[in-house]
Structure formats: structure tokens, C-alpha cells
């Protein structure tokens, strides 16, 4: 993370950045002038007459985008005015993310990207500045993170998002009809690295004839299920002849990485693809993203990475009692979710899996 070391006009307390109307305020960063880097915040237009709007900056000059109620105007990268409705920016607020590299820019709100050109003649290879450039009425900024990749090579990016949810993990949730923000309590998990490598699974339901819904797995990649059929923008899959059974529920794995995702329901392997974006950071985001028409119901909800030890009890904590369950699931005493005791991931589970939940103990022990 790149800290925030002092900010412009306005206050910053608590993490938020409440800017009055007519100012800018401007982050000092431990950021370099030609630094690659990603910015996410949620923002609010407290502004009740006039055009309320807000420009986010990212480049030093004319880098920055501006977002009203009715629309946005990309200035960075000379985009005209475009007519959106993102009326929630006065009430509750929306979420924004930016990618920012010194030639071009990326431009997420609420998890659907809005912009992603290259940048003006004018701005390129101006210095890096994330920044309130403008507030006309006045806004209010938290949950301002700033953070850079650790390491270009194979695109490792770190970002512990842990304090922005509430976890569903465990539980069953009816998701009312709407759009859920970055902030929203729909989040199956947050406690996973931008980068991690992660399964998650669940059951979801729906009775309503025609309900959409879309759930997430990284910022910005979903995947929607429709009683007919279902579309992931983010691969270019769809199959709208491929009808689910939502009244009765249909069981969801997932196993997402930075780059890939695959996708199986009811045990069948749905989507396979890499994302047709293979530029863009994607952070880890299992959640319910959207449901039209009626309630959805996600219930049996788990999360887990690859690689680490499995709860396979579900008590909150890795036992000897967890070992003896796997024990039994290898004698063929007990049945288990097989990938959750996977602790090599190597796709089965077997005595090497034991020998590694042993060594666990001896660690502990020692």
C-alpha cells in the first residue's frame, strides 16, 4: 500500500476525506512520479442544488475522470460525455476503482469498467496523483486504498481487503432484487489476497421465473444464471439454452485465479476460460453482485484457498479431530467434500494429504 502521507483541502478523519464544494484535495504519496498503481474508494456527492459532480484524479494536469448522477466525462483520455444513470452517487454512494500507468487508464464503478484507454498527449507520462481534482457541492471519500503491484513478473499483486464486509461464509442469505456496491453485506468473503487463488462454493436458489442473477468472483468478472441460460462477460462464454432448475437450487463451485476461472455446477464443469482482459488486476471478490426480478437464496456458502489446510468440521479452526475425519474419508467411514481435504491441491485427495495434515501437528508440537 502506498500511505497517504498528507491530503489538500477538506478533512481526513477516520479515513475518510469529506471535500467541500469549489475544492480539490490532493494525496501525497509515497508513490514515484511514473508509478504504476491502482486507487479504489467509495465516493458521495453531498451537494442538493445545481449539478452536483466529482473529479477523481489519477495524473498530474488533466488526468482524472468526472462522475455526476447522470453520467461521467473521461478528460484523461479526451472521452466525450457519456449518459449513465448513477443516481446512488447522491445517496449511498458508489464505488470507484482506477488503474493508472503512465500511457493509459482503467476505470471501474461498481464493479462494471467504464473506461480503459490510453491517456491524452497532454497527459501522458505525468506524474502520478491520485486526487480529488474538483467537487462541485461538496463530497464525502472513505475506504481510500492505494496500492502497487509487489512484483511485475507473473502480475502478483497483494491488497487484505478484510474490514470492507460482512462475511457470509457459513451462513444462508436472501439477497433482496438490486444492485450491491463494493460495500454491501453480499460478500461471501473478503478476507482473501487481490491476488489469491481461491475456490468457492454454494447453493443458489431462486423461484421467481426470469430472475437474473449475477455473482461475482473477481472485481469486475462474473457470471450471471438465468432459468435459461447464463453469460460470463468476462470469458466471452454464454449458453442462453442451457436452463437451470433455480426453483429447487443448483449447487456452485468456483475456482477462480488472477487469470483463469472454471466454473461447475451441480458437479459438471460449466466454464473453463481464461478472461479476454489479460491486462487488467482483478482482485479476489466472491459475492452476490446483482439479482433482478424476486429474492436469490445462497446458502451452504464456503470459501478456501488452494493449498492450506481445511476446516473439514466447520468448528472455526484446524484439529486432530479434522485429520480424523480425513482418516475416516480415506478408510471410506465417512463422506466428506473431497477438494476441501485437498491440502496438496494436486485435484485428489489421498494418503499424501495425510501425511502433509501430520506434519501440520509435528510443526505445531515442535
Known amino acids: 500500500l502506498a500511505d497517504i502521507i498528507s491530503y489538500g483541502n477538506g478533512t481526513y478523519e477516520n479515513g475518510v476525506l469529506t471535500v467541500p464544494s469549489g475544492n480539490s484535495s490532493i494525496f501525497t504519496t509515497s508513490l514515484t512520479d511514473n508509478s504504476t498503481y491502482t486507487m479504489s474508494c467509495d465516493v458521495k456527492l453531498t451537494g442538493t442544488s ?10 498530474q494536469g488533466d488526468g482524472y475522470i468526472q462522475l455526476q448522477g447522470a453520467g461521467y466525462q473521461s478528460v484523461g483520455t479526451g472521452g466525450s460525455w457519456t ?8 445517496t449511498t454512494g458508489v464505488h470507484v476503482t482506477v488503474y493508472s500507468t503512465s500511457d ?13 484507454a490510453n491517456l491524452i498527449d497532454t497527459v501522458k507520462s505525468k506524474k502520478a496523483l491520485p486526487s480529488i481534482t474538483w467537487s ?26 478484510d474490514s470492507f464486509y460482512k462475511s457470509l461464509v457459513g451462513t444462508s442469505a436472501t439477497i433482496p432484487t438490486g444492485s450491491f456496491d463494493a460495500k454491501s453485506d453480499t460478500y461471501f468473503s473478503r478476507n482473501l489476497a487481490l491476488d489469491a487463488d481461491y475456490y468457492t462454493s454454494f447453493t443458489l436458489k431462486n423461484t421467481t421465473s426470469g430472475c437474473a442473477v449475477s455473482l461475482s468472483y473477481r472485481d469486475g468478472q462474473y457470471i450471471q444464471f438465468q432459468y435459461g441460460g447464463y453469460t460470463v462477460p468476462g470469458t466471452g462464454d454464454s449458453d442462453w439454452k442451457h ?5 429447487t437450487g443448483i449447487d456452485v463451485k468456483i475456482h477462480s485465479t488472477p487469470r483463469h476461472v472454471t466454473i ?29 426480478a424476486g429474492e436469490a437464496e445462497v446458502s451452504n456458502i464456503k470459501v478456501w484457498t488452494v493449498g492450506t489446510l481445511r476446516d473439514l468440521d466447520e468448528d472455526g479452526e484446524a484439529t486432530t479431530q479434522d485429520m480424523i475425519i480425513l482418516i475416516k474419508y480415506l478408510l471410506d467411514l465417512e463422506d466428506i467434500q473431497a477438494e476441501n481435504a485437498d491440502l496438496n491441491a494436486d485435484g485428489i485427495t489421498n494418503i499424501i494429504d495425510l501425511i502433509k495434515f501430520k506434519k501440520y501437528f509435528a510443526e505445531i508440537v515442535n
Open 136 to 161: 462541485n457541492g461538496g463530497a464525502i471519500v472513505d475506504n481510500i486504498m492505494i496500492w502497487q503491484p509487489i512484483s511485475v513478473v507473473g502480475e502478483k499483486y497483494v491488497l487484505d481487503r
Open 83 to 90: 449518459n449513465k444513470t448513477l443516481s446512488s452517487i447522491n
Open 264 to 292: 461447475w455446477v451441480n458437479g459438471e464443469i460449466l466454464v473453463d476460460n481464461d478472461y479476454t482482459d489479460t491486462e487488467s488486476v482483478f482482485g479476489a471478490a466472491p459475492r452476490i453482485a446483482y439479482v433482478s
Open 50 to 59: 445545481g449539478t452536483p459532480y466529482v473529479n477523481i484524479g489519477y495524473r
Open 243 to 247: 436452463p437451470f432448475a433455480l426453483g
Open 104 to 116: 493509459a487508464v482503467k476505470i471501474w464503478v461498481d464493479g462494471e469498467k467504464i473506461v480503459d
